[in-house]
């Protein structure tokens, strides 16, 4: 159900109307739902519980990365969220929230020593290890530092995941993770290493994806490599399948996650039962866009139209700084008026006030606009404000999250002055 509708022609973020969040807090804005977010992190939770899955059975840890506001982070750690964050500021982050540093997974190709000391220093859940020279590095730090290090190795599964090529991570050609075949080899290497300790297995094969096959194809890998690490002695604790399932932009038809995860789950038990005398093992989930991305809009003003010979134009006050993702994967958000207007329609190119041709945030798009209308950007909650940048010196959009009839500020808008705070001239 989606918390964004419409009531008598005005559209609504649960309660309240978009009009007033614009009036109150100005535009652009990043306006999102918690109960969308309780929503979608219930449906992992609850596809646990229904499949005998407490927490020592399975472990949702949200990826940080796709909405990383300190209210996100607070109320999925109230929902008992786990995290997975891809570097120190991340964490730094999770624990400004509240969130729950041993309940955190560490991902990304690139660790530093110092994200990895910072990591040590609060006793993370585990380091998602990418590389062979990542593993004798994080050896180094933690002997420094005097403790053992918890490892999972990223695994690459060779998987095609069907998705966009800049999201799609889980082939051979990708950049991230341990080759399938130097696995055993890395394994061997990382039990060896005296200031780590082994205790996962995880794999991450791409992002928005509609369809299970791909992670249930990856998931028979894993299976299948733990068995064959089993045989040589080193027993895993836990399965970390990654991320990965995609939301409805247009028309897209995701699997429900509930479908996803007992089909995840019946795999996971059948295998134990024949090969391990039942002995369970911890999954763990990286969700991030199912999650966060329809439980969040953009919310826009329009300035201009422009109506040219072969194109018009809606210029709007939100631009590529605020959502690249249509500017860097030519990515589809549906636009709807926060006001349904009946007059005639026009073909429109909704654009920012950016100076680049890339500047655009939805294409051929049928609407009834005047000048001064506000447009939502839907399903931006992912993916949106966390890869917002101050191009232009465009101060970055405020962020409001609606409870029921009641608007928070979660992040004030930032002034031109903030952005330039750090700079300083010659002498
Ligand atoms: N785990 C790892 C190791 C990841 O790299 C990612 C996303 C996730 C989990 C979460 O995946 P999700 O459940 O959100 O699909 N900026 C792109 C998406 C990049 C995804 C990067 N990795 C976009 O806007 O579509």
Not at 111 to 133: P, Q, T, Y
Request: negative net charge.
């Amino acid at each position: 159900m989606s918390h964004f509708t419409y009531k008598d022609g005005a559209l609504f973020a649960e309660n309240v109307a978009l009009r007033d969040i614009a009036q109150q807090f100005g535009t652009p804005a990043y306006v999102y739902s918690k109960a969308a977010f309780t929503d979608n992190f219930s449906a992992y939770a609850n596809a646990c519980a229904e499949n005998r899955r407490g927490d020592a059975g399975a472990l949702v840890c949200y990826s940080v990365k796709s909405n990383s506001n300190l209210a996100v982070l607070n109320l999925l750690s109230r929902l008992g969220s786990g995290f997975d964050i891809v570097s120190g500021g991340e964490l730094q982050r999770v624990i400004a929230a509240g969130g729950d540093p041993r309940k955190v997974i560490f991902s990304g190709v690139g660790k530093s020593a110092e994200e990895m000391r910072l990591a040590l220093a609060h006793d993370i859940l585990c380091f998602n290890v990418e590389s062979v020279g990542e593993l004798h590095r994080l050896n180094d730090v933690a002997g420094d530092v005097g403790k053992q290090a918890p490892v999972s190795l990223r695994v690459n599964p060779n998987v095609d995941a069907k998705t966009h090529p800049y999201i799609s991570t889980g082939l051979k050609e990708n950049k991230f993770g341990i080759d399938f075949d130097e696995a055993m080899a890395a394994y061997q290497l990382a039990a060896s290493l005296p200031h780590l300790k082994v205790v996962g297995i995880d794999c991450h094969i791409g992002s928005q994806l509609l369809d299970d096959a791909p992670l249930l194809e990856a998931l028979d890998k894993v299976i299948e490599l733990i068995d064959r690490l089993a045989a040589e002695g080193i027993h895993l604790h836990h399965l970390d399948i990654g991320g990965g399932i995609g939301i409805t932009y247009a028309n897209e038809k995701p699997v429900p996650i509930g479908d996803y995860l007992a089909r995840l789950f019946r795999k996971v038990d059948q295998w134990r039962a024949a090969k391990h005398n039942g002995a369970p093992i911890q999954v763990m989930f990286e969700p991030g866009r199912s999650i966060a991305g329809n439980a969040g809009i953009l919310l826009t003003e329009v300035q201009y139209l422009k109506h040219g010979s072969t194109k018009n134009f809606a210029i709007v006050d939100a631009a590529m700084n605020d959502l690249m993702r249509p500017a860097m994967y030519e990515a589809w958000h549906g636009v709807q008026p926060v006001l349904q207007r009946t007059g005639s329609t026009k073909i429109y190119d909704v654009v920012g006030p950016v100076c680049e041709s890339g500047d655009w945030l939805a294409r051929q798009r049928e609407l009834a606009i005047e000048q001064g209308d506000l447009l939502a950007i839907m399903s931006a909650g992912a993916y949106g404000m966390t890869m917002a940048s101050n191009y232009n010196t465009r101060g970055r959009a405020v962020e409001v999250m609606v409870d029921g009839d009641r608007v928070h500020l979660i992040r004030r808008r930032e002034a031109a002055t903030e952005l330039y705070a750090l700079e300083s001239v010659l002498p």
